[in-house]
């Protein structure tokens, strides 16, 4: 079955600069959701997108933004990167509507961010 | 605010020794419980979802069951292959529409032949 495809896998950036990360969901499925992993630490809810709409915020950052686009996909722009965004990203994404709906949400592999 | 916490945080075992991990939980309304497994470096994979108080789901050597306040995750005959670190997440009433998740910080299971 096809699962959540994010890209990069890996990315180095330096510090001040900006990144960009992209998520594309099962599917089918109409809702996207990020996640932040610092190491050793558990997932961190950042923002989630419902039928291209903005649907919840978390802990994110204000020098980080998102949108999800007309082919569901999703993009995750990260500016004035810090030491301490290093972290894995993980996108997730879950079929909200219709009659095979759940809220159970799939994780895709994940984006290495590493900040110098 | 929805909290989660996870016990024991690592557990070594020897194939075959049974064993549970524990997920205490605290939320303003339980709308879903999950289990996901996660490998190093890797995303969460989805093992179960709980939605009330009594319900248990299996698949193969586990078994995840629910009471009003925490969930434990039954791990029968593990094998090494069952080795990773499972983690627990809870939906609550955090807001209209709010489909967020709130994770332990996970047990780290090894298995050992």
């Known amino acids: 079955a096809a699962g959540v495809i994010q890209s990069p896998r890996h990315l180095i950036k330096e510090k001040r600069e900006t990144a960009t990360l992209k998520c594309y969901p099962i599917?089918?499925?109409?809702?996207v959701y990020w996640y932040q992993q610092g190491p050793g630490q558990d997932p961190q809810f950042l923002i989630s997108f419902y039928e291209k709409m903005q649907s919840d915020k978390g802990s994110i950052p204000d020098r980080f933004s998102a949108q999800q686009f007309s082919d569901y996909h999703s993009e995750l722009n990260m500016s004035s990167l810090e030491l301490g965004d290093s972290a894995l990203y993980f996108c997730?994404?879950?079929?909200?509507?219709?009659?095979?709906?759940?809220?159970?949400?799939?994780f895709g592999p994940g984006t290495r961010l590493t900040v110098l | 605010e929805d909290q989660v916490t996870q016990s024991p945080e690592a557990l070594r075992l020897q194939e075959g020794e049974s064993s549970s991990l524990n997920c205490s939980y605290t939320v303003s309304g339980l709308r879903g419980l999950f289990w996901y497994r996660q490998d190093p470096g890797k995303g969460p994979e989805f093992l179960f979802t709980?939605?009330?108080a009594g319900e248990e789901k299996e698949k193969e050597r586990l078994k995840a069951t629910l009471t009003k306040k925490e969930s434990f995750l039954h791990i029968t005959a593990p094998k090494p292959e069952d080795s990773a670190t499972y983690l627990c997440a809870v939906r609550g009433y955090s807001g209209a529409g709010s489909y967020q998740l709130t994770f332990g910080k996970g047990t780290k299971l090894s298995v050992i032949p």
């Open positions: 997730a994404s879950s079929l909200l509507a219709g009659p095979t709906s759940t809220d159970t949400q799939y």
């Open positions: 599917p089918r499925h109409d809702t």
């Open positions: 709980l939605y009330s």
